[in-house]
């Protein structure tokens, strides 16, 4: 196609509202060659009303198409891993509960272990390892939260109870935070905080034992380094 006849085609898409991206699309004439030959011949309101909202639309479905593929990639992902970790062996359950308690376990009282957390799911976790990984019965596992005083205790506590299968008898007596929940994102996850305790001092002083050894491994590779 010569220069004029180009030009001529260019003139053609501008009236016919065509933006400089969807021309320089079809006919691959530049942007800076585009402002010349079209700088009398500015798209109307109406046109580019509508060029906006073509652009909106497709970056709509982009959008869209870019979180599916995201979701089939994770997808993947999670049954790749569900399919190469699971089922844990006890050993395995043990160092994933203990590299859990080394961040959010308590290691002050030396006679109790305690791991208390906003998520839910990190004390669904927690109760597993402790019944299966430490042999710790269930019935010796107490329970004690933290809410708001802006909250519903008794729907707190049905909550946290129902999550965990623990009979609201395990529960202690909930401590009750003067304050609104004015941010939930800065206040976990809407249902205050929970926290499961038992009373043994041997499994205790293993535990800290344990983070010791690992913490003395880890120091002594990374000297190497």
């Not at 079209?38 to 979180?67: A, G, H, N, W």
């Not at 809410?147 to 129902?162: A, C, L, T």
Request: glycine share 6%; with cysteine.
């Amino acid at each position: 196609m010569t220069r004029i006849a180009t030009r001529r085609h260019v003139l053609e898409l501008r009236k016919l509202g065509k933006s400089y991206s969807q021309i320089k699309a079809e006919l691959g004439v530049s942007k800076s060659t585009l402002s010349v030959w079209l700088r009398k011949y500015p798209l109307s309101k109406e046109q580019i009303r509508l060029l906006r909202d073509v652009s909106e639309i497709r970056i709509e479905k982009f959008r869209q198409t870019m979180q599916l593929k995201r979701e089939a990639r994770l997808l993947s992902y999670y049954n790749e891993v569900k399919g190469t970790i699971l089922p844990f062996s006890k050993r395995e359950l043990l160092i994933a509960g203990l590299f859990l308690y080394w961040g959010e376990g308590g290691k002050t009282l030396r006679n109790q272990l305690s791991i208390t957390n906003t998520d839910p799911a990190v004390l669904q976790f927690s109760l597993y390892w402790m019944i299966k990984a430490l042999d710790i019965s269930k019935d010796k596992i107490q329970v004690f939260t933290h809410f708001y005083d802006d909250m519903v205790v008794d729907d707190e506590i049905n909550y946290w109870s129902k999550i965990l299968k623990l009979p609201k008898n395990q529960f202690g007596k909930p401590y009750i935070k003067e304050s609104k929940r004015i941010n939930l994102d800065q206040k976990g996850f809407g249902h205050g905080t929970c926290g499961l305790r038992v009373s043994n001092t041997v499994i205790k002083e293993k535990i800290l034992m344990t983070l010791k050894v690992i913490s003395e491994y880890s120091g002594e590779y990374i000297s190497e380094l």
